[in-house]
């Protein structure tokens, strides 16, 4: 599959397209779109949300068309293997730039648990993106791609995708999902592994 990630149009939409090649199934939508002011996000923080997002349908080569590191790409075959899954993620360049180093953290499982924590929903697209107390609420596509997801745990790594996505511009350094992690604890762990290398962490409390 080849998954391309392009910066907000004017409207404020950023997209991560997926064409199929090879063995791929046909995801239900071939963008993600967020509505959120990404900017050029990190190429390793995309490559990481793109595999996240349309994992459920990527067999084979995956091509991300913007070079990445290479831990990354030794992240994102291991976070395959455990699906019995070969992926060929390209390309990957030498060396390594600069990760985004955040300062907060970011409940996805509803309000936040105490006073000072934060929130992120994800809303249908027809709704707009903004902050309403400690809740930031991102207009997405990814609720169609969630519902149709071949497992709950699939249906989580979407929603973990779409926050690795936003993660930079909300300087995010910690993400906290005792949902995803009390449904499928075997997934949530490698997940965990999978941020570790992009600098963010994953919890579930």
């Given at each position: 599959m080849k998954l391309l990630y392009t910066a907000p149009s004017a409207e404020g939409w950023a997209?991560?397209?997926?064409s199929r090649i090879d063995f791929d199934a046909n995801p239900p939508l071939n963008q993600l779109r967020v509505c959120w002011p990404l900017g050029e996000a990190n190429v390793d923080r995309t490559?990481?949300?793109?595999?996240?997002?349309?994992s459920p349908w990527i067999a084979g080569r995956c091509d991300?068309?913007?070079?990445?590191?290479?831990l990354t790409e030794q992240r994102i075959v291991e976070w395959?293997?455990?699906?019995?899954?070969?992926?060929a993620p390209t390309p990957v360049r030498a060396g390594g730039l600069p990760l985004?180093?955040?300062?907060?953290?970011?409940?996805?499982?509803?309000e936040g648990t105490r006073s000072n924590a934060h929130s992120l929903t994800l809303v249908e697209s027809l709704h707009g993106s903004g902050e309403s107390g400690s809740t930031t609420h991102v207009?997405?596509?990814?609720?169609i791609l969630m519902s149709s997801a071949p497992s709950i745990s699939a249906a989580f790594?979407?929603?973990?995708?779409?926050?690795?996505l936003v993660a930079e511009s909300l300087s995010i350094n910690e993400l906290i999902d005792p949902e995803f992690a009390n449904a499928a604890p075997e997934a949530f762990g490698h997940a965990r592994q999978l941020l570790?290398?992009?600098?963010?962490?994953l919890r579930d409390a």
């Open positions: 997209e991560i397209s997926a490559a990481i949300a793109a595999s996240l997002v349309f991300l068309i913007r070079p990445f590191s290479a395959f293997q455990r699906q019995a899954i070969w992926v985004p180093r955040g300062s907060r953290q970011f409940h996805l499982s509803g207009a997405t596509n990814a609720n790594e979407i929603r973990l995708g779409v926050a690795v570790e290398c992009v600098a963010l962490g």
